[in-house]
């Protein structure tokens, strides 16, 4: 028999999730089968279920913030064995072939990567589904060690939040002397605050919450900017190298581009779509501006970064929840009311 798994998933864009049992693909010599014990709530998994991209098969079990203990190894796994602690983020596999998979990036995978969840396996054509859920197998290489001594729930978040803030500031060469502007203090905001400053940036947040503006001093950040307040935005014009921008829904970019330097850059890693209003060519052309885009991080990358948090004592801030509580939570973080990543205690799915 298969392995039964116990969820929770959307069954429709307007409804709210709900416990949901289904099959694991029987493990293969390469698989690594896992306990999950944790799950991060990404903004992701919000837009997912809601069926905001228009691409949500349904049931969508969501969760790709994931942390468990392996139960089981197949014949040819040599990384892992039963009892270690270990990470899945937002990919499961990808075609390991390409330039992209040889170079490491392999969420840029030239045939598509595999995702956690609403991908489609690569052998079997099934549906993916992700951590929202007691169990879950995994091939082997996209299996994460987690570092010794982390703390396992606070650490989840740097699977998705952590990385997808982490590979652009490292891509684009984010050190000291850089000022760098956070846009929106949610589950990434928070985390590309705290790397930005391990990298040595001097960092300032960009929050529509004046609630947040001490918390976000209290997270390492040097200055904080409320952006609803059109003074303190003028007053940060041609300010900042780079803007990593994570706010989840549509936006104006043009007051944020006149906020860098010439020669910054912009870096979306919200999936907002389209981007609306019109960005105004002069804001770009005049000061050589540049807008960017990132995605999530490469293996090796997402192990460097567990690695250099586990070293520096870098931990998402959490809050703990009850799997029956995944409603209100989403709830909650849809108006950006969370402090700032909820970790689904997957315990709580036995009561
Ligand atoms: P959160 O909800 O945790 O945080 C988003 C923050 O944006 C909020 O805390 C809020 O900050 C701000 N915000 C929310 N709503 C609005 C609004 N209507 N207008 C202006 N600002 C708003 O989300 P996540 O951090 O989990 O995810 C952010 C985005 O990044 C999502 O779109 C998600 O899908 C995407 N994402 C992208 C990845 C990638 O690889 N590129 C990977 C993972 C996620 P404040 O209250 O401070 O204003
Ligand atoms: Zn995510």
């Not at 330097?261 to 919200?270: F, L, P, S, W």
Request: negative net charge.
């Amino acid at each position: 028999a298969l392995p039964q798994v116990l969820s929770y998933a959307a069954f429709a864009a307007d409804k709210p999730l709900a416990p949901f049992t289904f099959e694991r693909r029987q493990p293969r010599s390469d698989d690594v089968s896992i306990e999950i014990l944790y799950c991060g709530v990404c903004h992701s998994d919000l837009h997912s279920a809601r069926n905001d991209w228009g691409m949500s098969q349904y049931p969508v079990v969501p969760g790709h913030e994931i942390v468990g203990r392996v139960t089981s190894v197949g014949d040819s796994v040599v990384r892992f064995k039963a009892g270690d602690l270990v990470g899945v983020g937002c990919m499961v596999d990808s075609c390991r072939t390409c330039s992209a998979c040889k170079d490491g990036v392999e969420q840029y995978c030239l045939e598509g990567f595999t995702m956690t969840y609403g991908g489609e396996d690569r052998q079997d054509g099934t549906m993916t589904q992700g951590g929202y859920s007691d169990a879950i197998v995994v091939s082997e290489h996209f299996v994460l060690q987690m570092p010794d001594g982390i703390d396992l729930a606070s650490a989840a978040p740097i699977l998705c939040a952590g990385i997808t803030t982490y590979s652009p500031l490292k891509h684009h060469g984010v050190g000291k002397g850089h000022k760098v502007g956070v846009i929106g203090m949610g589950g990434l905001g928070h985390m590309g605050v705290k790397l930005a400053k391990a990298l040595g940036a001097e960092v300032t947040v960009f929050t529509r919450s004046d609630a947040k503006v001490e918390e976000a001093k209290r997270n390492g950040a040097d200055h904080v900017v409320v952006s609803s307040d059109q003074g303190q935005m003028d007053a940060v014009a041609e300010s900042f190298d780079f803007m990593l921008d994570t706010i989840p829904v549509q936006h104006d970019l043009n007051p944020y581009l006149t906020s860098l330097k010439y020669d910054g850059t912009h870096i979306i890693v919200g999936l907002l779509e389209p981007i609306e209003p019109a960005i105004e060519a002069f804001n770009l052309v005049f000061k050589r501006r540049v807008v960017a885009g990132s995605l999530i991080g490469g293996i090796a990358e997402t192990e460097e970064l567990l690695k250099l948090c586990a070293e520096q004592g870098i931990t998402c801030d959490i809050e703990m929840l009850d799997i029956h509580k995944i409603n209100e939570g989403f709830e909650r973080m849809e108006k950006g009311d969370v402090r700032y990543r909820f970790v689904i205690d997957m315990a709580t799915l036995k009561n």
